[in-house]
């Protein structure tokens, strides 16, 4: 595997942390190959600073144009003693107060040999990147092949929390941190292609005896030829690989296949000799028929003006209604498809997929009068339990505790509890703090049977509504509370971002009590009240 010759610059874009009287920090950096065809951008000759935190902390960027050997250089220092801020080759273009300046880096772990680069792709061979899945969003739309040095991303908390700096970074090096954050610390090399400028693959209808055919069309970019390049192509037809073969791209870049019928999904890869993967497409089906409607919308516009609650007093917001339409005409383009196998293999498939994510997620349906099935259910999910629990429910009382805890497998075992007032609601505040303290000597009876330490929360009835239950780092959210799940028809599953839902539960005890606090500030109020 090469770096073309035929790269002359690169594009080095570097985004930088620096605390207040210390040596700014990596956070990542790209060195982008230019093509040749290309006008280089014009030179920045300062930077772009965004504040992350109070006590200093700031990220700069700069974009520097550099030879290409004076970027690879700079791209293999990073990591050693050397590593400084890039210095624009050509002179005119530097800043002596930016350029050359040392930067600390994080130690360096090359994702591939150097100087190997490899082609993104989806989560397999048979898939395209998406933007959830895309293991290189910095490249842009063109396809180009990449390099990675990554980093450990340790010493990046305050960036991190601050939605503004991973915008003002997202912008300026196409990538947002916070999702993508193996690459905090790390930088990445981009070499687009310059040899295939446009490649067209479309299908040609059966005519007469001939049957369908696919053609490809391979057009170089200018001052290059497509010698040397093959194609290997693979199809799929009702999820079974039928043919992967490897062509010889010709010189006059037409590459006409007969296949007599174009049921299936087709895909390609492209390669070089020397440079290696250029162009990819996974298995993808050709279009036969679209279905085209035409709609006119009403040009009046109504407003809808409606409380945000049931209060009298609760303040309004306005929506738009939606526009009355009128279907001005429908048509069809295309031969009507024949009856493929393909299509019921895909439905099966489907189905089975959503039985699969259903199971992945932990769906499940408790239909009504099934309360015992649905305390075992939680039962099991509790015992199961290595290093963490939390349960959030606004109507979490004492009867619970003896109906779920003493599932707690060990007395290591961190157990929160979220509740609030609703759970001991009687409008005689005497009662509820009886109902408090029947609580309290339920958490003390816990702990002499159990060993379990549980930390109780009580948060304002107006922060909390759904429920949710926290197993080590799963989190599952409950649509019934746990003192009637099951009386009626119910559903718990497993969330698939516990992250966000663990975090904002510990925001949440910022604006809570906790047990002890809560039944003192009762107590001194239900004493003024015997008082008065």
Not at 59 to 86: H, M, N
Not at 196 to 206: L, Q, R, T, Y
Not at 379 to 397: G, M
Request: charged letters at 25%; a neutral charge.
């Amino acid at each position: 595997m090469s770096l073309d010759s035929e790269y002359q610059w690169a594009i080095v874009r570097v985004a930088m942390l620096q605390e207040k009287g210390c040596p700014c920090r990596l956070l990542f950096a790209t060195v982008s190959l230019w093509q040749p065809a290309r006008p280089l951008p014009p030179a920045m000759i300062d930077f772009d600073r965004h504040e992350v935190s109070r006590n200093g902390e700031s990220v700069f960027f700069r974009r520097t144009i550099l030879s290409k050997q004076d970027a690879l250089e700079w791209y293999r220092s990073l990591g050693s003693d050397e590593s400084c801020t890039p210095i624009p080759t050509r002179p005119e273009e530097r800043n002596s107060k930016l350029d050359g300046v040392k930067i600390s880096v994080n130690e360096l772990i090359d994702d591939q040999v150097w100087p190997n680069v490899g082609l993104p792709i989806g989560d397999d061979l048979f898939s395209q990147p998406t933007e959830r899945e895309d293991p290189a969003p910095f490249i842009g739309n063109n396809p180009a092949r990449i390099h990675r040095r990554l980093s450990n991303h340790e010493g990046f908390e305050e960036f991190l929390k601050n939605s503004a700096a991973i915008a003002f970074v997202a912008r300026r090096m196409h990538i947002n941190l916070r999702q993508y954050q193996e690459y905090l610390g790390g930088a990445a090399l981009i070499a687009p292609d310059i040899i295939i400028k446009e490649i067209d693959n479309f299908m040609i209808p059966a005519k007469g005896e001939q049957g369908e055919r696919i053609f490809y069309r391979f057009v170089p970019r200018p001052g290059q030829t497509l010698e040397g390049l093959q194609i290997t192509t693979f199809d799929k037809q009702a999820h079974l690989l039928t043919s992967f073969q490897t062509s010889q791209i010709p010189a006059n870049g037409i590459l006409d296949v007969s296949k007599g019928s174009c049921t299936g999904q087709y895909g390609y890869v492209v390669t070089h000799p020397a440079h290696g993967v250029l162009a990819y497409m996974p298995p993808t089906g050709f279009v036969r028929q679209v279905h085209l409607k035409t709609s006119i919308a009403s040009s009046a516009k109504r407003k809808v003006s409606v409380p945000t609650g049931d209060s009298p007093e609760s303040p309004r917001m306005m929506y738009d209604a939606a526009s009355e339409t009128e279907v001005f005409s429908s048509s069809v383009l295309g031969d009507d498809p024949k009856p493929n196998i393909t299509t019921r293999v895909e439905t099966a498939k489907i189905r089975r997929d959503r039985l699969a994510n259903g199971a992945r997620y932990g769906q499940h349906w408790f239909p009504s009068g099934s309360r015992e099935e649905a305390m075992r259910f939680i039962q099991n999910l509790i015992r199961s339990a290595q290093s963490r629990l939390i349960i959030a429910d606004p109507y979490l009382a004492g009867l619970q505790l003896g109906q779920y805890l003493y599932a707690v497998n060990g007395a290591d075992i961190k157990v929160t509890l979220f509740t609030s007032n609703l759970a001991f609601n009687p409008k005689d505040k005497q009662t509820k703090l009886d109902r408090l303290n029947e609580f309290d000597s339920w958490i003390g009876k816990l702990s002499d049977h159990q060993k379990v330490q549980a930390t109780v929360l009580i948060l304002p009835p107006s922060v909390l509504h759904d429920r949710f239950l926290v197993v080590d780092d799963d989190v599952w959210f409950v649509g019934a509370s746990l003192n009637a799940l099951g009386d009626k028809a119910s559903m718990i599953v497993k969330l698939p971002n516990p992250d966000e839902i663990i975090e904002r539960l510990g925001s949440m005890q910022q604006q809570a009590l906790s047990l002890a606090s809560y039944i003192k500030k009762l107590s001194k109020y239900s004493g003024r009240l015997n008082e008065n």
